[in-house]
């Protein structure tokens, strides 16, 4: 058993599949039980005996595990896997390879020979379980068939060698159902109607009633509607059952659900599906029978164990079904205790082996234990924390381990405000948890009355069978959102995850009556317009009624943490890398249990991790002194991003508004003059604030207009007001339009008339590519100055007073080296008077946002005069793209993402083929120009757990995101140096 | 003399300079007259006996050709040159390379001793000039400095040398003025101002009448002013007064007019300038001394001679100055036959090394004939061509040089209807030509005025001192534009070059006075609005009145040429590389006069080599059959781009729209339907026009509310609507916005509400940026299709009418393999079933315009499901730049030209460094991942000159530009492939 293996290919945390590795036969441990094929023929098949673990990308992570646990040497029933690279070709091509029959052959003879019996024939006939299995766990998406070899004749064989008619029969109705719904496309329904007929006759309260005659009659019904439903009759050859079988594994990687599924959870679709053929073992052989399924520790508290069910007299898609309850585990002890010790020794070889939490399905066959599937195993975010540090301490894993253990996903989840799942009342239903976070508010069923009702103060969530960009305002004003339709790559799902707007999509228990303005459950209740509901974004539940909400403990911490480490060290010191967290043992405190403080301390301890090994720094998007405050206790090293364009806004409008109006030049200085002191105030707040930390002040970004009225609104307000005062002298022409109704009277009218003048002339079709960032700053002159040196006042101001500011001033939208030169220039100037005049030195490095295509292409020529480059990931990916935000996400990416155009939003993770590829270009070329360029990134995908292990791949030194994303980079940034 | 080089490396039609070469002495032919410098140190100074004519990036225009002279045994006054490198340096630091003061002493110790004289001492006191030459003529742009070593002391030596005291005492005074004004920075009006107050005083008509004493008065006052107004006195020291002037042609690189200069001109700013430092001679000591200036041969007929003008005593300035009038130098033949000879013996050589027209500066210094400079002379566009075919014919030059001799630009102009010149008036003033063209109109002064007198019918000339974003109505509105102030890059023409429209700019002569609605001529004359001006755009005249336009000859032989090809061949054959020009013998016809039959045969001749020499294919960009049958009469080889777009405009508009607001897919299919025929029909006469010839169909492309009124618009008509019904019940709300005003009760109100809900619903702050092109193919079911579908049925009918139609399809905007494999997919199928349905075989290539920066960086995967790539640059200028055309060319390109950030519009002339790297990378990816793929460029720089030229460079098989560019496009093609 080697252990030298660190990285399993194949974890929960990790949804990118292994690389797919040829099928190497020289690394198959076993001796091929086939004759090898030719030379130059690619292996199709594999013996369980002879793969490992390593090979999901090849064998499905279901094969690999079951050569792993052969090679471990535990009870595995024998079998063979059919590889995914089988699987694609069938889907390139249409048609199997052409030597996957023989190979099957071959593999089949030896099954056969091992077991001493042949498939679906003689005394004691084989059967076998045709299941799917793909390199990344789609559990539930593609098709399985049992009991293949089953026939008209081996049914009776099969009755007499396990002495059991009706379990024969039983058997034999299972294969034709489950046969003919996956292989022949018959509907189920038509099976299941059959089925509780017979029920009914038979007044058999549940299937297991049905006597062996029944089950007998049914398999006799179902072959004849398989003959009238299905392209063909059911195949009476056990080895056509199975080739068949494999054909409709491989085809139902393109069902619709896995499409979905795939789509849901970002995983390509070129994978294809491995197929494994297994020996049968039966549950459902009697008492000392049974099947179960089990965690080698408990998946929510970590404890070392075996948790699970167990159901006797069974087979695992019973215990699927639910049709009759499971017992616990430990109950197994009592019933069978040998094979519950044999399954305790198990679980722990497993543990050890693979140094995670692994899941099991076996069975027991008349009291011999039975491995049939293990696989690391699934947690929740709070879990998998705790779980990382318990392996650490019981050292099975190390530090850097411990950290590829958790995602940047899953703490993001544990930052949400839940609902307090102890005061909850049975969920309505429950559907896609597509935007996480919980909500309250009164059920509306239109967009337009959600936000009325939002706008006279009430909290609404917005109910939907689907939504449509005419939602978009409803949608804005709703606290959450609900949907019947869609999954999370719906219009709804799209939109609210881009509002950060808690949201369950496709609950399609419920049904939506939009004009009747109720919803009705699967429970028959009803919820009509203006009930409160309470939606969790995260786990998809809807209750009815308010659930009250309980904060995140986690994010109680960070708060915390930062207010610690903040007062110890207020200094440049405090810009050392170390952990910024405080102890968590003070107060996991006030609502926060046990286990709420077992979860802090694992965060804890893996941010402290994660901050000691990481090599991207992590800064904060941040526009004002208490977003400075609060990313800096969240562990930001500083400010990546400050927009002083959010300092135009608010009380200092009408100030904004005459420089935007200024006729001449004096009334502009006039007004810059007045901004400079208010501008210099928000500075110095930001310096106070990551005191001893940089702090990245970008110019004035957005155009001019965004300062203004909107056009239409305004034009309609002039136009409203001269058909006004026309209609007292008469009534207003019917040719009036927008341009000639401008003729107000009063003072009102003209300020108006005025205004509008300026906002048709700074009107642009295409704002987003106007005249903005440096262009603005090159066309009006002294606003630049003005903010420059409010920078430089501000920072020299503190410096006096015995601070530590550490600005860093960044021109936005440069396309080529000269616009940086004219403004560094007179920036350069303008910092040289500021010290001058109050007679200190200054050193102000003087930046660019990298966001424009042409900046990335002469990146080299850029740096020039550069101190550093700041990635602007959103504007770049508009660009290289070439779709605004704004316009489109909510527009066509539903179309995209369901065409398979995208995979994910490229806002919301960097696109690496296009975008990437410019940043690592841009990267390269800037630091090849100049040696010590700082490289930086401050759009949203700073925030983005894929997307901060490829700033850290191509060698960035910061990130910047939004103060609540920073824990998440900080952890991602980790996870990327160990290796994530 | 080596006559092996090809290409001069400074023609007038190559505003390129030559490579910066570094300065080689062992290139220098002569001993070295200096010291050499240390090993490591660069030469900053050369003899003229150093230098050849390929030294022009080094040693200017100037030196070049004067070291070229001396080589060739011409006799040239000795001298040295200082390098445009130890310029730049100097521009770099401040200071001149600290090497250069030994040199200029070593070269000027050299200079005296072979002159026998000392620099302004000793009784022959050797003068210098000191001249400014950079390697791009700039002529006048720069500083001059004569008679540099004069002294109150070697005034008398030179006055006794020369035996004249009146024109030593002329020399110095102007030796201090020109000194005092350029070097010293004194108001030159100032030296005027006593000038004119001696020349009263003297009762003197002109300087020429001033006697000796009155100038040695002068030249006192002149000092007095120097120090006065001067930084310091005049200098006494001969040395001293040429490192100043040499410091101060330096400086003069950096002057105002030298800037503007080369903005217009695209003059690199950083090349520098060098300066010859040459032995003065004198043509103003008595009646057999003079100078003049000749041309080789007749700049307008291109016929070999000597062409010039000639002043007897008088220095180069006085020609300048125009005090007196020259005589023709057929006059020189009288008045000194030697000199006249030998002038013409010197004319022949430079004509027969340059192998062009060179024109000359020369002055004969008491009957010796010195020569000052040469360069290849201006000449006129319609010169040009006539020229290069005489040179050809002459055989001193071979085919492809002659091609190289002419440029795109100088037959674009030809392509303009121009006044006719003969029928015009004396101009009223004369500005800079920045838009060609021809325009006659009614003078108004203000936009509305402009845009009113418009839609009333009437041509108006839009008259402004200079324009603003604010004149766009009035300038789209009018004919032409006139200003009295800015230059080529001024906002009225930068937009009036985008617009096509003709305008006269920088008529500094004109007062515009928009107040009185009237302008006033230096002469004192005025126009008042709605009196008829003409102005042409071309040469930058204004007339008074109508002057009579003629159309160009050069056009009408186009469309003639076409015409005649057109009928001889109508198959696929015509699609040959040959020439499509008729023969212009037939009819240079009515109108055209023998100049414009030779010239017609010129054009002819260069466009016959163009075609024959070309590897770039030249298609047009037409969207109707009419634009299409010319754009082949031009010579065009296929349409490379046809928008289908513009056929959903017109009479289909209420079709579209009802497209656009159908509710149901049935109601969509249906319009659908209806659009198939009326597309079918428009792709059959594109197919019909170009028979035998690609025409390359464009997809849908602009966003769905292009077809659909302006919101603003529609929400103030909807507004006052309401507003106006309301008043018959009521009155209007006050706080009535655009949302709440759409109440109409009648038919019309209702539509438009409905219409104003789709527009609205359609909008997009950023439509460049939004869901059109391939988004709209891939989110609208149905529409691409239908549109294939009329390709291919109109291919199919043609064909089997048994025409040749060869349609390609094209998808807009891809950014993404995948989209364009979706399109593909669904494009092929539909094809196959017209084929299937008119049983014939039907091949369509697909392929992609290449317009987002993320199509260009993953051509390579993108070629995988391409037919073909087309550039569309312009797109592609605005997503890799970051703005739109739309938005910013009006807006900040003026402050961008002014600023140096662009030389020239990126939407004019392909960005080589930005855009164009991306082509080339995504041309070279794309041909890589397939080698038959077919490369062209359909964006507007299909018909730039230096694009064009670029597009052969990177290897592209085609440009596509408008009809009208074709031939210049043909041309530059050629030009290119000859090496241009």
Redesign the interface.
């Known amino acids: 058993m080697p252990e030298t293996q660190t990285t399993p290919s194949l974890t929960p945390h990790d949804p990118s599949p292994a690389p797919a590795a040829a099928p190497s036969p020289a690394a198959a441990g076993a001796a091929l039980a086939a004759p090898p094929p030719g030379p130059a023929a690619v292996r199709h098949v594999f013996d369980f005996a002879e793969g490992h673990r390593e090979q999901a990308a090849l064998l499905g992570g279901k094969g690999a595990n079951l050569a792993e646990m052969t090679r471990l040497g535990l009870p595995v029933p024998p079998g063979f896997t059919i590889t995914t690279a089988a699987c694609r070709e069938y889907l390139r091509t249409g048609a199997e390879p052409a030597t996957l029959g023989g190979e099957v052959s071959a593999h089949l003879a030896a099954l056969e020979e091992r077991m001493g019996r042949r498939l679906g024939r003689g005394a004691a006939p084989l059967l076998v379980s045709v299941r799917s299995g793909a390199a990344v766990s789609m559990p539930g998406m593609m098709e399985t068939v049992l009991n293949v070899g089953l026939t008209d004749s081996s049914v009776h064989s099969l009755a007499a060698w396990a002495g059991d008619e009706r379990f024969a029969w039983d058997s034999y109705r299972r294969l034709i159902q489950m046969f003919g719904a996956t292989v022949l496309g018959v509907d189920s329904g038509l099976f299941e109607e059959r089925l509780s007929r017979a029920r009914r006759a038979a007044h058999a309260p549940t299937d297991a009633a049905l006597p062996a005659a029944a089950l007998r009659d049914l398999a006799g019904e179902f072959q004849e509607l398989v003959r009238a439903e299905g392209r063909r009759a059911f195949p009476q050859e056990p080895r056509e059952q199975l080739d068949l079988a494999v054909r409709a594994v491989f085809d139902s990687w393109q069902g619709e659900r896995a499409r979905l599924y795939r789509r849901q959870e970002r995983i390509p679709d070129d994978l294809g599906t491995a197929v494994t053929v297994c020996a049968m073992v039966f549950g459902n052989l009697g008492p000392d029978s049974g099947t179960g399924v089990a965690f080698t520790r408990d998946p929510a508290t970590g404890q070392r164990g075996i948790y699970g069910d167990y159901l006797q007299n069974a087979q695992g898609e019973d215990v699927v079904a639910g049709v009759r309850n499971t017992v616990p585990l430990s109950e197994l002890a009592r019933l069978d205790p040998a094979s519950h010790a044999e399954l305790r020794r198990i679980t722990a070889v497993l543990e050890n082996h693979y140094r995670d939490l692994c899941d099991v399905e076996f069975t027991i066959e008349r009291g011999r234990l039975w491995m049939l599937q293990t696989r690391v195993g699934k947690r929740t975010a709070a879990a998998a924390f705790r779980i990382a540090c318990q392996l650490l301490d019981e050292g099975l894993i190390d530090e850097r381990e411990a950290l590829r253990r958790v995602t940047g996903g899953q703490l993001a989840r544990l930052l949400f405000p839940r609902f307090d799942e102890e005061a909850a009342p049975a969920p309505l239903a429950r559907g896609i948890g597509a935007s996480p976070g919980a909500a309250v508010g009164a059920a509306v069923f239109d967009s337009a009355t959600a936000a009325q009702w939002a706008e006279a103060g009430r909290a609404v969530i917005l109910v939907r069978r689907e939504t449509s ?2 939602d978009l305002g409803g949608m804005l004003a709703a606290r959450g959102i609900l949907t019947s339709r869609g999954g999370k790559t719906s219009h709804a799902a799209v939109v609210a995850r881009g509002m950060g707007t808690p949201c369950v999509c496709g609950a399609e228990a419920l049904e939506v009556d939009a004009a009747n303005r109720r919803l009705t459950t699967a429970g028959g209740g009803v919820v009509r317009e203006g009930e409160v509901i309470s939606v969790d974004g995260g786990t998809g539940r809807v209750y009815r009624g308010e659930v009250p909400v309980v904060p995140s403990e986690v994010m109680e911490y960070f708060e915390r943490a930062g207010q610690a480490a903040g007062a110890g060290s207020a200094g440049r010191a405090a810009a050392s890398r170390a952990p910024q967290a405080a102890a968590p043992g003070a107060g996991a405190g006030a609502g926060a249990g046990a286990g709420a403080g077992e979860l802090v301390a694992a965060v804890h301890r893996l941010m402290g991790i994660a901050d000691r090994v990481r090599r991207l720094d992590v800064r904060a998007n941040a526009d004002t002194a208490q977003d400075a405050a609060r990313a800096r206790r969240f562990g930001a090293r500083g400010i990546g991003l400050a927009r002083t364009e959010h300092m135009f806004l608010g009380e200092r409008r009408p100030l904004v508004e005459r420089l935007i109006l200024a006729e001449t030049e004096a009334e502009r200085r006039e007004v810059l003059r007045e901004l400079l002191p208010l501008q210099r105030a928000d500075f110095t707040g930001l310096f106070e604030a990551m005191d001893g930390l940089p702090v990245t002040v970008r110019l004035l970004d957005p155009p001019l207009h965004e300062f203004l009225p909107d ?3 305004l ?3 002039v ?2 007001r001269g ?2 005062e026309a ?1 007292h002298a008469g ?2 022409g019917e040719g ?3 341009g000639d ?1 401008g003729g107000a009277g009063d003072a009102a009218g003209r300020a108006d008339a005025r205004l509008l003048a300026a906002v048709r ?1 700074l009107h ?8 903005r960032g440096v ?1 603005l700053g ?2 009006v002159p002294g606003l630049f100055a003005m903010q420059v040196r409010a920078v430089a006042e501000a920072a020299a101001d503190r410096a006096l007073a015995g601070g530590t500011p550490l600005p860093e001033i960044m021109i936005p ?1 440069v ?2 080296v ?2 940086l030169e ?1 403004v560094r220039a007179e920036a350069e100037e303008t910092v040289a008077g500021v010290a001058r005049a109050r007679g200190l030195a200054l050193r102000i490095p003087i930046g660019t946002m990298i ?4 900046a990335a ?2 990146a080299g ?1 850029v740096a020039t005069a550069a101190d550093f480059f700041s990635f602007g990931t959103n ?1 770049l990916t ?7 935000r ?3 996400e909510a ?2 990416f539903a ?2 993402l369901e ?3 995208f995979q994910v939003s490229p806002f919301e993770t960097i ?1 690496v ?3 990437g ?2 940043v690592e270009t841009a990267a390269r070329a800037g630091r090849a120009a100049r040696g010590d360029l700082k490289l930086g990134v401050c759009g949203e995908h700073g925030g983005d757990p894929d997307s901060v292990r490829f700033f850290h791949r191509v060698g960035l030194d910061y990130v910047s995101c939004s103060p609540f994303r920073v824990p998440v980079a900080r952890l991602e940034a980790g996870r990327a140096a160990a290796g994530a």
Do not use: C, H, I
């Open positions: 960009p005419d056009l239409t609104d034009s309609v307000r136009a409203l058909a006004r209609g009534s207003a009036a339009g927008a109704a002339r642009e079709q295409n704002p987003m590519l106007g005249l262009r090159l066309v939208l396309g080529t000269r616009e004219l966001e424009l295509p042409r292409l002469t020529r504007d508009q660009t290289v793209w070439g779709f605004s704004d316009d489109v527009g066509f179309t995209y065409k398979g155009v696109d083929e296009g975008v590829a410019l």
